[in-house]
Every structure is written in C-alpha cells, then in structure tokens.
C-alpha cells in the first residue's frame, strides 16, 4: 500500500459532475440566500472529521421541509447532479465529501421536534434534530432517547450512519430504536417507510434498508424513534485490571450471568495516560472499565454484588462507585474526553481513527492481538471501546507529513480489519464504511452480497446521484 492511499479518494468516478447553470438558477429562485455557493461554507461542507483532504460540493441547500428536499432531488435528477446530504458534520469516514461535486442539501435548520408520544414510546423529529435536542425536549415526560455515540450527531446522520455508542449493551443501536422513517428518493418522490404500530408483517423492512445506507439510497427526512423509561436509580463504577483480557472476559461473563449493564467501557493503559494528561487527573494508568448500572435500588445492589465477584475473580482492583449525579459524571467524563485527550499525546499529530466489531468470545483474543501488533510497529495507538457489545476503536497517532507513518498507519489499519473479520466480525461497528472502507465490503459480505447491494443501488438511484462514491467499492 502506498503511502499516498491514505490522502486518495477511493471512488468509482473522479470525474466531477457541477451542476449546470440552469438548476443553480431554479434553485437559486427556490431557495433565494438559503442556496450558497460561498467558498468558506462550501469548504466547511467538504470536511469531516476523517483524514481525507477537503472534497466541497458546488453548492449548499439549507432545507426546512420534506418538500423543499424533494424539490432539490427532483432538479438535480433532472440535471443528473449528485447529492449529499449533510447533517452535523462528525463523521470520521468520509461520509458526505463531494467526491464528484454536486449540491449538498444541509439538514441543520431542519430541526423541529414534530410530535412527542409518551403513551407510545416514541417521538417524531425532523433529520436535523440532535439527540441533546430531543432529550431536552422529553424533560418531564419521565422518558429519554437512548442512543449515544458521543458526538451531538443529527438524527439523520445517526440513521444514516447506523450509529450506536455507550448505552448499547443495554438498548441497542439506532437499527433498534428506529419505528419509521420519512425518506426522499433520488426522483424526488416522498416514502413512509412504515407504520408507527410496534410490529409488522406488511412486505419487505424499509426502515432497516435506509439505516446504514449514508445517503446513497434516499434522503432521510424525518425520524419516528423509540424512547425508554428513564431509571428509578443509577449507579457508575471504575475499577482497574492488570491487563485487558481481564477486564475484557470480566464485562463478557456478566452479561453471560445476566446483569444488565447499561454501559460497559474499557480504556487501555494509554488512553488513561492520555486522559490524566488531559484532564489533570490521578487515574491508575492500567486497563480500566466504566460500568454503569440502571433499574431499581434493590436491582442495583444485586447487579453490583455480582460485578464485585467477577472482578476479584479476574484480578481487579477496588471498585470506585458514584450514584449521585455530579458523582457519576466525575467518574464517567474522562471517558467522554477520551478521544480528544488522546490527540494530546504527541503534539502536531492527527488521528487515523477506525473502528471494528467482533462476537464477545472473540473480543478478548482480538484486543489482544491488536495491541501485540501496535507494539510490534512501534505505533502510538490508544485502544477503547464498548467492550459490551464487542465494538473498539483505535486512534493512530502519526505525523500528516510523515509518508512512511501514514503508510504504517494504514498498513495497521488494514491488519485490524482482516483480523477482525477472520475472528467473525466486521469491518466497521459504528463509524460506517464512507470512503475509507468500502474496500472491505466484498471481503465481509461475498461477491453475491455485495452483488445484491449494487442491484438495490441501481434500482434506486439509476442514475448514480445519491451520495456516489461511497459505501460500495468500485465496480
């Protein structure tokens, strides 16, 4: 792999398809100062947060309704023009660069909450709402929304991207709180992809066709989401390991016993050198687990007694607890800065950020043999993840002019992915595929699945205008 790839744009097409003077026109009369075609805010629309070089669109539509998302795919497809959808702009893998131009439809002042819906458990939200917004709009209802990827990402953007995050051992990821979807295709037509009744037998799953797909099939538009009971009680704990396959085979045998943790993280002994450099705390440098445990006092104490036997059992230390609110948020926020702590660990680095899941009986021996690697290449790697559902992350730390470090990186990148999906896993848990790794797709899914992907592709967007280049690899 040349040390170039990691700055390349994989794509099918490097031609850019700029829309024509004509629909700049249309548009411009539709939306008046809402289209811009500035330099700055194209720029702003043509970076995320991955280490791939700014790709702007041509132009920027800031949308307010379904309808004025449907006008904008109905012109561009009569221009043949690619769209991208943007929503708060975390993405770590090159979701909505403009690989060959295009108009970029904005969903951020797209942002209402349209219906709250206590007695169903669920809400209904326009693309551009963030989870911190609908959450703060469910105080009182004695309900929250639970999917938390750490970054105040769209509702859209999380659908899109098939996000998950920190509460997921215990409520699942977006897949699972998602009852319906409002989604414009690329000819500009409007689907409800569902009912709002908590079950269906009625045709083919379009809800969970949409989440995951990043734009490349419809424009997600409006959300109905799942909500949960907020917890009689809390309580959060951190306690150390002598190393990771400890505290990694302790968190599996709990679930395997049955306690239901809310949370589940694991930190290695570099992130939390990190995060006591950052934060100006005296954590013990050593493989650390952030539990969190919900339900009833009673429930609590009964999850808590088994956690204490697990972790003696495997060589943990004293457990530090917290139940009232400013308690916990002391014990849980170095996990919260952990990425930005950890981009502190050698000054004028970037992050080649990347993530892969694996079965629990495999997480431990993955892990482990991840950080064999990083010290065999004498990489600067923190390792963390949601240890409860398998999932991990690793942030390469190298120097941007640095060929023979970016090329390590990537090499690094590239050995974490195949030996994950040889252990039974995927290339991606929740970061998604983007750009960076559609690569993958045929090694994870087989030539007829991706087959069937491609198929689905071209049914839905003939044309090839809906987010191209991303997600599948080249033909």
């Not at 390349?8 to 289209?35: C, H, N, V, W, Y």
């Not at 012109?75 to 660069?97: M, N, R």
């Not at 809800?207 to 989401?225: A, D, H, M, N, R």
């Not at 495999?362 to 923190?382: G, K, N, R, Y």
């Amino acid at each position: 792999m040349h040390a170039t790839n990691i700055g390349a744009i994989p794509t099918t097409s490097t031609q850019r398809r700029p829309p024509s003077s004509p629909l700049l026109t249309t548009l411009k009369e539709r939306f008046g100062d809402r289209l811009s075609t500035s330099a700055a805010v194209l720029q702003q629309h043509g970076r995320d947060e991955s280490f791939f070089p700014t790709q702007p669109p041509d132009a920027v539509v800031f949308v307010h309704s379904t309808e004025e998302v449907a006008f904008v795919l109905s012109a561009c497809s009569a221009d043949k023009t690619p769209v991208i959808g943007y929503g708060a702009g975390s993405s770590v893998e090159g979701h909505f660069l403009a690989v060959q131009g295009g108009v970029c439809v904005d969903f951020s002042q797209m942002n209402q909450v349209l219906e709250l819906r206590p007695g169903d458990l669920n809400a209904t939200v326009q693309a551009g709402v963030t989870r911190t917004q609908l959450n703060a709009a469910l105080q009182g209802t004695g309900l929250f929304f639970s999917v938390d990827p750490g970054a105040d990402a769209s509702m859209g953007g999380m659908v899109a991207t098939g996000a998950s995050g920190t509460n997921t051992v215990r409520y699942g990821t977006m897949r699972d709180n998602i009852v319906n979807l409002e989604v414009v295709t690329a000819e500009g037509e409007v689907v409800r992809t569902a009912s709002r009744a908590r079950k269906s037998s009625a045709g083919y799953n379009l809800t969970q066709l949409f989440c995951g797909s990043e734009g490349t099939l419809g424009l997600i538009t409006e959300v109905t989401v799942r909500l949960h009971p907020l917890p009689e009680a809390i309580a959060a704990a951190v306690v150390t390991f002598p190393n990771v396959r400890s505290a990694v085979q302790c968190v599996i045998e709990a679930i395997q016993h049955g306690v239901p943790l809310a949370r589940a993280e694991m930190l290695d002994a570099l992130a939390l050198r990190a995060i006591n450099a950052h934060s100006r705390t005296a954590l013990r440098e050593e493989p650390t687990l952030f539990l969190e445990f919900v339900g009833s006092q009673e429930q609590i104490n009964a999850q808590t007694e088994v956690m204490r036997e697990l972790t003696n059992v495997h060589g943990g230390g004293e457990f530090q607890w917290a139940s009232r609110p400013e308690e916990r948020s002391r014990l849980w926020t170095p996990r919260h800065h952990a990425y930005f702590a950890c981009l502190q660990l050698r000054a004028g680095s970037r992050s080649l950020s990347t993530d892969v899941c694996v079965p629990l009986t495999a997480l431990a021996e993955c892990i482990e043999q991840t950080q064999t690697d990083i010290a065999e290449h004498q990489l600067l790697v923190p390792v963390f993840g949601h240890v409860g559902d398998g999932n991990f992350h690793c942030m390469v730390l190298l120097d941007p002019d640095s060929p023979s470090e970016i090329e390590a990186a990537e090499a690094f990148g590239h050995r974490l992915v195949e030996r994950a999906i040889r252990l039974g896993g995927t290339c991606t848990g929740e970061h998604g595929v983007g750009l960076h790794k559609a690569r993958y797709l045929v090694r994870e899914h087989g030539q007829a699945g991706t087959a069937m992907m491609r198929a689905l592709k071209q049914a839905l967007d003939p044309h090839n205008i809906l987010n191209p280049g991303k997600v599948l690899p080249r033909a």
